[in-house]
């Protein structure tokens, strides 16, 4: 019923549990916790229609909230409360592991459902079954669709949950590993929880940590941090101060790629890894392959150097197209983008994917490289271009641009 993180497998638990089960194995630093399987899943969803469980029902909505109304076992929960118990009883993060999310083929970043600060079995409980049924939002059935796994069948998607404890990180990021051994280890960090740099919510630290330990670093104006008060997350101001500060200095990057590249030496090849700070210990929060890489960072360029019509950032996915900007501020924008639109909004949240298989390109004003939104873009092979600052008042909705997500440029063309 329960399964402890350090047993856990991809074949009962799903890739990220699978994963993080590994490394606790090899003995990195996992934070503890324990996973339920697919087996209740299934226990769960048994008396459920197939076809609404192969997830490409025609109402993905109502299969979702069937689920989500699915009561979860009492065994379930009185398995949970127990679990809890030998952690302490402490806030838990609550995070999906489906059976093909972090593949080698598919990260499927930010596709299903997390929750932090979570307490007690009842409200665990609540999160599990939630991250069962977002196995039929329409950003996952859009991502499988795009990502070719839209006629997988319906014993292959499956849905486990990882229980962990929360971590109230002082500082949190991403890094990849190198690809070969040209390459720098990639890092990007800002203050308070991940999901402020997973969600392209702010603009992080760079990093690069070369072969030799050599650290190459480009210091963000990190204005917002995610924090736990309690039972609430909460997004608070960085203090002037602080905000232009490095999260990291050079020497904690240089362990951090350490811890890099322990892990990628336990699944023989290059990984996305989230990571944390808290009480002065470094944690390993996930790993899963590269799916695909990102551009070379580019040699900031003088003004000289920039056509008037010309706007600089960060290259985030390769690639270069023309087409209408279309501003997107949130879910009501939606329905005015028509294909071979041009995103252009202040960050992507994962929660948009549906409309990344139908853009032309991405352009945001908050966000790194290594973000779910970044990943997703580069899998689809669609440009972007992140955080250019006020992107959504520099561009007009309507204006012909050209995006080139390999240099990291926005042009304005020409007017409708």
């Keep these: 019923m329960i399964v402890p993180l350090t047993e856990a497998v991809a074949d ?22 324990f996973v339920v399987p697919f087996a209740a899943y299934l226990a769960a969803v048994r008396d459920l229609d197939p076809r609404r469980l192969a997830g490409e029902a025609d ?33 838990v993060a609550v995070r999906s592991s489906a059976a093909g999310e972090d593949t080698g083929q598919a990260s499927a970043a930010g596709q299903h459902e997390s929750f932090l600060a979570v307490r007690g079995a009842g409200e665990v409980a609540v ?76 603009t992080p630290d760079t990093y ?42 050079d020497a904690t990057a240089v362990r951090l790629a350490e811890l890099g590249e322990r892990a990628a030496a336990v699944f023989g090849g290059p990984q996305d890894i989230e990571w944390a700070i808290a009480g002065g210990r470094t944690w390993v929060l996930q790993a899963r392959p590269v799916t695909a890489t990102p551009p070379p960072p580019t040699a900031p360029s003088g003004a000289a150097d920039i056509p008037a019509a010309t706007f600089k950032a960060t290259p ?59 990943i997703v873009a580069r899998e689809h092979a669609i440009p972007a271009v992140l955080g250019l600052a006020n992107a959504t008042s520099r561009l007009r909705d309507g204006t012909v641009i050209t995006i080139d997500g390999t240099t990291g440029t926005v042009t304005a063309t020409k007017s409708d």
């Design 59 to 91: 109402d993905a909505d109502a299969t979702r909230r069937a689920v989500e109304a699915r009561p979860v076992h009492a065994a379930v929960i009185d398995a949970l409360g127990r679990a809890l118990g030998e952690l302490g009883d402490p806030p």
């Design 316 to 374: 985030g996915s390769h690639g270069t197209v023309t087409g209408t900007a279309r501003i997107v501020r949130g879910p009501g924008d939606f329905a005015r983008v028509r294909p071979g639109d041009i995103l252009v909004c202040p960050f992507t949240d994962p929660a948009w994917t549906p409309l990344l298989s139908i853009a032309a390109g991405v352009v945001t004003e908050t966000g790194g490289v290594l973000s779910h939104a970044a």
């Design 127 to 202: 999160a599990v079954r939630a991250c069962w049924a977002s196995l039929f939002s329409s950003r996952a059935i859009a991502y499988r669709a795009v990502s070719g796994r839209h006629d997988r069948p319906s014993d292959d998607l499956l849905m486990a949950v990882i229980v962990q404890r929360h971590l109230d990180a002082e500082v949190s990021g991403v890094m990849f590993t190198p690809s070969d051994r040209n390459d720098a280890t990639r890092i990007e960090a800002s203050w308070g929880l991940g999901p402020s740099v997973v969600e392209g919510r702010v």
């Design 208 to 249: 690069r940590v070369a072969e030799d330990g050599s650290v190459t670093r480009t210091v963000a104006d990190k204005q917002k941090r995610l924090d736990r008060r309690g039972a609430r997350l909460v997004i608070r101001d960085v203090p002037a101060a602080t905000r232009n500060r490095p999260a990291i200095d």
């Design 12 to 33: 009962t638990c799903g890739g990220k549990a699978g994963a993080l089960g590994a490394l606790h194995r090899a003995g990195l630093p996992v934070p503890d916790g």
